[in-house]
């Protein structure tokens, strides 16, 4: 089918995901007839291109957590229309290099100037690269097209009333759908927006607080105390966090270095490398003392120092595009625990033992090549049953690798756990001692063994992405096991800050501006003495040496209270939660009141039913299921509210690696917005 009419659709959300599909729509515009027309309605209060979280004004402390040669907002996929403009970030950095343009500040000289392929920019850069290449697509809109840009909130989103064509056999402009009724797109302040199709993109939303984080925000407003709840960094004012005095910081993933960056950096302090090669820290005097708690009680493990994004030196062997696209063509739908997981499982103990044996070959007590060869024999898919590879693994790796080498792979997103510290200065001394660690790992990059046991786990993520999207796995196993306890365990150690995060934290903990509080931390709030609190058991809690650790079911200083530290101020290092039920969007409110949309139930092992955090949607292209389980054409999903039909969906498309594998899943969202462009445009 060939364009051959005129089409009108509304974009809302003017981020990286909306400004893909303006992009697209773009690209495959190719109308068979004169005077064939296409009017964009771009809808978002943020400015178009960099959207709400990568404002080019922001502090510059705030870094990506991918390097420069790794996102990029236009696809490199032959099979796709070739982009009117744009390239990926690590070529816009590179031109900018060369001949910067004239209306770059003199921070975003500075900054390129400075920035490196493997290097990480900071998300106001990024946000530059956004808002150039959407200015680059309108500077060459293909003859036409207009594009429209509404500075605002989109409240609501209806279907407008047929205009004499309910029967079902018009041919209403809507991208060649026939029969298709057109949608009222009510903007804050009351104008209507009357379109053919409707993309919602609307990335990252506010999201009402959980019963204790409530109560945490009403005792700070009786008790006149500082309760900073989930936000994007960016939207903080980090100036209410008074100097000189603790505050708790809940949460010790991405967001919590962005918290200590603004409470350090952000207040003149600065970090200065020593003779010994280590950071210290040399205080402004106006930081805070930062008490940063988490479940495991360390902050995510960094990143290792490579050339790409995955390692080279680790291959999968196992868990392949390949061998996980056999289950569907077998018809079967695999479940996660058991079908998934032990395939990635192998690859990460091969990338550990294999680089072992290579860079610590006094590690192995036999000769390394025998070991490996043995090694591998066990690791079959199918030389033992589904229950013993993991014993007969176990047996060879006991009589060829000595004890203090042995891998315990769960066990490193724990690092605390099975330990108890007698006071807090024991356990900020165990922290630095695990920062340090994990520096050095990360600077030793593919001769780390624990490093290459992580990249095999980041390299499985992108194959899983795949696999597991679109009901790729049993009900059961997303809810349980892929989002169930996976999702966060390869998180903390795969999705880490760069390393040079982890260095500068240890020197803050040895300057006295960082403590910590310890695993499994309780909040709470003390209204005597008016402070917020929170202890671990596993700190200072009477009998604590020698205690059951968090899970193992013993008794001792897990049903104790620890040692607790008190603050006036208290920190959430996290993300607004990206669940569509609780998000506080007017619109995402009206199209689930009103049955438009809703979202995802999935069954449990026991045939519960649970509400998922994503819409309930149909493929392809992602199109969201009403309350009465129908299908409204012309209405289209793109990005964080596909949570339940896509993992991972937070992350920027990839750009294509000159040194690593191209996973279907690197440019997924990019292929998610030109099906929707096609679609709209009647392709």
């Known amino acids: 089918m060939v364009i051959?009419?005129?089409?009108?659709?509304?974009?809302?959300?003017?981020?990286?995901?909306?400004t893909s599909v303006l992009e697209r729509l773009l690209a495959n515009w190719a109308p068979a007839t004169p005077g064939a027309t296409l009017h964009i309605d771009v809808i978002d209060p943020h400015p178009a291109g960099p959207g709400h979280v990568w404002q080019p004004g922001q502090s510059r402390l705030y870094l990506m957590n991918t390097q420069s040669f790794y996102p990029t907002i236009v696809p490199e996929d032959p099979e796709l229309a070739a982009p009117l403009a744009g390239c990926t970030f690590d070529r816009w950095r590179e031109q900018q290099q060369q001949d910067p343009h004239p209306s770059l500040t003199a921070?975003?000289?500075?900054?390129?100037s400075r920035l490196g392929s493997a290097d990480f920019p900071s998300r106001a850069l990024y946000g530059r690269y956004l808002r150039s290449t959407l200015e680059e697509l309108l500077s060459r809109l293909p003859s036409g097209v207009t594009v429209d840009f509404h500075e605002t909130t989109a409240v609501s989103v209806r279907q407008a009333a047929a205009d004499g064509a309910e029967a079902g056999g018009s041919s209403a402009p809507g991208g060649g759908r026939p029969g298709s009724r057109k949608f009222d797109v009510v903007l804050r302040g009351g104008a209507v927006l009357t379109v053919d199709a409707v993309v919602l993109a609307l990335g990252h939303l506010e999201s009402r607080l959980n019963p204790e984080q409530r109560e945490l925000k009403a005792a700070a407003e009786d008790l006149g105390l500082l309760y900073l709840p989930p936000a994007a960094p960016a939207d903080v004012d980090w100036s209410r966090v008074p100097a000189a005095e603790p505050v708790l910081v809940r949460g010790m993933g991405l967001n919590f270095f962005d918290v200590m960056g603004q409470l350090t950096e952000g207040r003149g302090g600065t970090f200065v490398p020593g003779e010994d090669g280590r950071l210290s820290y040399r205080p402004s005097g106006r930081e805070p003392l930062i008490i940063a708690a988490s479940?495991?009680?360390?902050?995510?493990?960094?990143?290792?120092?490579?050339?790409?994004?995955?390692?080279?030196a680790v291959m999968l062997r196992y868990c392949t595009e390949g061998a996980l696209s056999r289950f569907a063509e077998a018809g079967i739908q695999p479940a996660f625990d058991h079908d998934l997981w032990p395939l990635l499982h192998r690859d990460a103990i091969w990338a550990y033992y294999s680089t072992l044996a290579r860079s610590q070959p006094g590690a192995v007590l036999t000769d390394p090549d025998q070991f490996l060869q043995t090694l591998e024999e066990s690791l079959r898919p199918h030389a033992h049953s589904a229950a013993k590879w993991e014993d007969a693994v176990e047996d060879v790796i006991d009589l060829q690798v000595r004890p203090a080498h042995r891998l315990d792979l769960l066990g490193l997103a724990a690092p605390l756990a099975g330990r108890s510290f007698g006071s807090r200065a024991e356990l900020d001394a165990a922290v630095v001692e695990y920062l340090l660690d994990d520096a050095r790992r990360s600077a030793l990059g593919e001769d780390d063994p624990v490093k290459m046991a992580i990249g095999a786990l980041h390299h499985g993520r992108?194959?899983?992405?795949?696999?597991?999207?679109?009901?790729g796995i049993t009900d059961e196993s997303w809810v349980a096991g892929l989002r169930g306890w996976f999702e966060s365990f390869v998180e903390g150690l795969a999705s880490g800050?760069?390393?040079?995060?982890?260095?500068?934290?240890a020197a803050l903990a040895r300057a006295g501006v960082v403590r910590f509080v310890g695993p499994d931390p309780k909040f709470g709030v003390d209204r005597k003495a008016g402070t917020f609190t929170a202890a671990s058991p596993w700190v200072g809690a009477p009998g604590s040496h020698g205690a059951a650790h968090p899970g193992s079911g013993g008794t001792g200083a897990g049903d104790a209270q620890g040692e607790p530290v008190a603050a006036a101020s208290l920190i959430e290092a996290l993300a607004p939660a990206n669940r569509v039920t609780i998000n506080e969007s007017p619109l995402l409110e009206q199209l689930l009141k009103e049955g438009l949309v809703r979202p995802r139930l999935m069954m449990t092992v026991e045939g519960v039913p649970v509400q998922?955090?994503?819409l309930d949607v149909v493929p392809h292209p992602y199109r969201p299921v009403g309350s009465n389980g129908s299908v409204t054409d012309g209405l289209y999903v793109l990005g964080l509210q596909l949570s339940a039909a896509q993992w991972g969906t937070a992350i920027a498309a990839e750009a294509r690696q000159k040194n690593g594998p191209a996973y279907r899943s690197g440019q997924r969202t990019l292929r998610d917005a030109d099906e929707i462009a096609r679609d709209i445009l009647g392709l």
């Open 295 to 312: 479940r495991r009680g360390t902050p995510y493990r960094a990143k290792a120092a490579l050339d790409g994004y995955y390692p080279q």
């Open 497 to 505: 800050p760069p390393a040079l995060r982890a260095e500068q934290l």
């Open 462 to 471: 992108a194959v899983l992405k795949t696999a597991v999207a679109d009901g």
């Open 612 to 614: 998922t955090t994503g």
């Open 4 to 18: 051959s009419q005129s089409i009108r659709t509304a974009l809302i959300g003017a981020g990286p995901r909306g």
């Open 107 to 112: 921070e975003e000289r500075a900054e390129l």
